[in-house]
């Protein structure tokens, strides 16, 4: 059996879309799906990518930073009014025990948190 890493964004949207709208299985035949006994809340993911600047300056990677986190808002903007989770995407194990896990945060709290950890080494 094969096997390949995914992130967990991906992840999430696959299920999100696909786990409780396949059709179900009976006895061989395909049926179309029941109406869901529990209705599941939309789900709402974002992703912020960052680039390493050609030339890293303090100040260019400030820049990227900024910019990206100005762009998700306005591609997001329901992240300024719900209360999120953070965390890298990037196959890390154990980020809550690495402090790369924030829970129930405001925007802002969530800007200055990414900020903080954005384009650095993760030991």
Do not use: C, H
């Amino acid at each position: 059996m094969s096997a390949k890493a995914i992130r967990e964004f991906d992840g999430k949207l696959l299920l999100s879309k696909y786990l409780f709208s396949s059709p179900e299985l009976s006895e061989g035949k395909e049926e179309a799906p029941a109406e869901p006994a529990f209705a599941f809340s939309q789900s709402k993911v974002a992703q912020v990518s960052f680039e390493m600047p050609k030339e890293p300056t303090p100040a260019s990677i400030k820049n990227e930073i900024a910019s990206k986190l100005f762009q998700a808002e306005k591609n997001y903007p329901w992240l300024l009014t719900t209360k999120l989770v953070v965390k890298p995407d990037q196959l890390i194990k154990r980020r809550g025990k690495s402090g790369l896990l924030a829970i129930n945060k405001t925007w802002e709290e969530v800007k200055q948190w990414i900020s903080d950890r954005a384009l650095k080494e993760v030991t």
